[in-house]
C-alpha cells in the first residue's frame, strides 16, 4: 500500500468510526485495528489525536466541497433545482444510513466547537465556506429571476445551513427524515417564497 493510500485508509477508517461513535469515544487502536494498519503508521502520519481529528475535518471538507460544487454549479439544471438537489442528496445519505450519522461536520462541531479552540475555528471556516456557496447560489437565482430580489442572499445561505443541521440533528434524534423535510418545505416557500416543490 503507498504511503497515502495508507494515511486515507487511517483517515476514512477514522471518520466512519467518528461518525458512528463521536470523537473523543473512538480511539486510536479501534480505528488502526478496523483499518488494518500497526500503531506505528498512525504517528508517522498524526502527531497526536486531535492533529489526525483536523486531517478528517479537511479531507471531508474537501471532499465535500466538490460535491457541492458539483450540485450548485450543474448548469443543466435551474439554481432552484440545484438547491433541491442537494437537499435531495441529503435525503439519500440520512436514509442509507437509517437515521443514525448525520453530518460529520456538524456532529464534531456539536462535540468539539466548545472545548477545543482549534476545531472550533477549523469547523467554522468549513461551515463559512458552505454558507458563501449557498449564498452565491441563491443570489444568481435571483439575477435568473427565479427567487425575488427583495430576499438577502446572506440571511437565506445562513438560515438554509444552520436549519438544514439542525434538522439533521432532529432527524437522529427522531429516527426519521421527517424534520428534514418539514425544513426543507419551509425553507422553500417561506425563506424563498416559492410556492410549488
Known sequence: MTTNATRNLIIQTGADLIGTKGFGATGINGILT??????????HYFSSKN??????IDTF????DTKLDHILNDSSRSYVDRLRAYFDTGFDNMTDCNCTRGCLIGNLGQELAGQNEMFR???????????????????D?????????????????????SGWEGAILRA?????????????????TRCLGISTL
Do not use: H
Open 141 to 161: 437565482a435571483q439575477t435568473a429571476g427565479d427567487i425575488a430580489s427583495g430576499i438577502d442572499s446572506a440571511d437565506a445561505a445562513s438560515f438554509l445551513l
Open 34 to 43: 478496523v483499518a488494518g494498519v500497526p500503531k506505528g503508521s498512525f504517528y
Open 61 to 64: 471538507a474537501e471532499e465535500y
Open 172 to 188: 437522529k434524534v427522531v429516527k426519521s427524515t421527517e424534520p428534514m423535510e418539514r425544513f426543507v418545505r419551509v425553507f422553500f
Open 51 to 56: 492533529d489526525f481529528g483536523l486531517a478528517i
Open 121 to 139: 475555528v477549523r469547523l467554522n471556516n468549513v461551515f463559512s465556506a458552505w454558507e458563501k456557496r449557498f449564498e452565491d447560489c441563491i443570489a
